[in-house]
T-cell receptor
Framework: ETGVTQSPTHLIKTRGQQVTLRCSSQSGHNTVSWYQQALGQGPQFIFQYYREEENGRGNFPPRFSGLQFPNYSSELNVNALELDDSALYLC??????????????FGSGTRLTVV | DAKTTQPPSMDCAEGRAANLPCNHSTISGNEYVYWYRQIHSQGPQYIIHGLKNNETNEMASLIITEDRKSSTLILPHATLRDTAVYYCIVRVEGGGADGLTFGKGTHLIIQP
């Protein structure tokens, strides 16, 4: 079985720009969640998608948005980039019913640098 | 999710058992203890989880105290590849749509 793949692996953007990060779920997984990990910190939950809809969200502003596609792959979009958005962005796929989630598998992340 | 407390860093000699503690004094009766680890430049990896009985798998053992207020993750024969940040998380099994709550974890360094 293939794991979770994320692209690109590294990215440099300018403050104020918009960015799209991509994630392919592990085979058989129907739920995707995204995390932001600043340097020296643990990952922080951004949001979760189940059946192509956001069904859970952490403490992140609306300029962080996402999509889930019928094949369960996902995108994370960040508008109006700020310097503090520089971080490792992790995607995790899992199985579940939307309410009950099991078996998180994480990708290796996208390292975003905002200058 | 209940809050956990872990030491920021620990050292262990290669080949020895690494014992990583976690305090979770406010854990609820239906919350499990989960352990993940994150090797440098990779995403977190699930290790093990348990409710109240001790658990063992091919990666590690989990010892939970009888009052469930603390636990210890044991890597029986640590290797250099076990150098990573280890996260202890308490969570209702299945959890819901609110994601995993990571703290800062314990940076375990295996010394040759």
């Amino acid at each position: 079985e293939t794991g979770v793949t994320q692209s690109p692996t590294h990215l440099i953007k300018t403050r104020g720009q918009q960015v799209t990060l991509r994630c392919s779920s592990q085979s058989g997984h129907n739920t995707v969640s995204w995390y932001q990990q600043a340097l020296g910190q643990g990952p922080q939950f951004i949001f979760q998608y189940y059946r192509e809809e956001e069904n859970g969200r952490g403490n992140f502003p609306p300029r962080f948005s996402g999509l889930q596609f019928p094949n369960y792959s996902s995108e994370l979009n960040v508008n109006a980039l700020e310097l503090d958005d520089s971080a490792l962005y992790l995607c995790a796929s899992s199985t579940g019913t939307g309410v009950h989630i099991y078996g998180y598998t994480f990708g290796s992340g996208t390292r975003l640098t905002v200058v | 999710d209940a809050k956990t407390t872990q030491p920021p860093s620990m050292d262990c000699a290669e080949g020895r058992a690494a014992n990583l503690p976690c305090n979770h004094s406010t854990i609820s009766g239906n919350e499990y203890v989960y352990w993940y680890r994150q090797i440098h430049s990779q995403g977190p990896q699930y290790i093990i989880h348990g409710l109240k009985n001790n658990e063992t798998n091919e990666m590690a053992s989990l010892i939970i105290t009888e009052d469930r207020k603390s636990s210890t993750l044991i890597l029986p024969h640590a290797t250099l590849r076990d150098t990573a940040v280890y996260y202890c998380i308490v969570r209702v099994e299945g959890g819901g749509a609110d994601g995993l709550t990571f703290g800062k974890g314990t940076h375990l360094i295996i010394q040759p």
